[in-house]
């Protein structure tokens, strides 16, 4: 079973081009994602690959993630150095997801 988001943090950048996601999804370095569960539960597949300092943005683009959650799909990789996906279900939060190293995998900024 993946972990639980358990934080409330601030929509990150505003700046950038957010694109809306309702439906599975693998991510790209450098996307900004607005989460709209809304039409029910999907997931977001992290890069295979990732490099250092690779990063993503999430958002609860519809305050739906409460209701249906999206999981963050780790992709082999670790997330916050364990190996479990991330289950999103926190309404209305902004994330980063940051990838470090192997041992590491994917950090939550």
């Known amino acids: 079973m993946g972990r639980k988001l358990s934080f409330s ?24 994602l607005l989460l709209d569960s809304s039409g029910g539960a999907f997931t977001v597949t992290l890069p295979a690959s990732p490099q250092a300092d690779d990063y993503i943005d999430f958002a609860d683009g519809a305050g739906s993630l409460g209701t249906n959650n999206v999981t963050v799909g ?11 996906d991330l289950e999103c279900d926190l309404k209305n939060v902004g994330w980063t997801m940051v990838y470090k190293d192997s041992t590491q995998g994917w950090r939550i900024a």
Not at 9 to 32: I, L, M, N, Q
């Open 9 to 32: 943090g601030a929509v990150p950048d505003a700046k950038r081009d957010w694109v809306t996601k309702t439906s599975a999804y693998t991510a790209v370095s450098g996307d900004a």
């Open 74 to 84: 780790r992709n082999s990789q670790k997330i916050c150095g364990v190996e479990d």
